[in-house]
């Protein structure tokens, strides 16, 4: 299958906090753009959810709200198998490191 994004999209594994009211669940990134990224987590929120992201990269924390576009709940048995259980979520706006994280994207 061809790829339909015409933003580059990095194979980037960060540690995300995310959550609905607080940032108070973990995950990993698996890739990553300059509007969203991909959560790979058995603890998904519900399409169109507003959620609150925090990430460091370079020694700095990013946090953000960000929306929920779609999501893939796994059973946590069988997580690890399945190779797109998460949710892939869209920025919506900076609280924090908007200026580190767009350099750290345009360096990598």
């Not at 990993?28 to 990224?37: A, H, K, L």
């Not at 259980?85 to 924090?96: C, K, Y």
């Amino acid at each position: 299958m061809t790829e339909k994004r015409s933003i580059l999209r990095l194979k980037k594994r960060l540690t995300i906090r995310f959550g609905l009211n607080d940032a108070n669940r973990m995950a990993f990134s698996e890739d990553i753009s300059t509007t969203g990224m991909f959560i790979k987590t058995a603890n998904v929120c519900p399409p169109n959810s507003r959620i609150k992201i925090e990430f460091t990269v370079d020694n700095h924390l990013i946090q953000a709200e960000a929306r929920v576009m779609w999501a893939k709940k796994v059973p946590q048995n069988l997580f690890h198998l399945v190779k797109k259980s998460g949710m892939g979520i869209r920025f919506l706006r900076f609280q924090a490191g908007e200026d580190h994280f767009r350099r750290f994207f345009e360096a990598t």
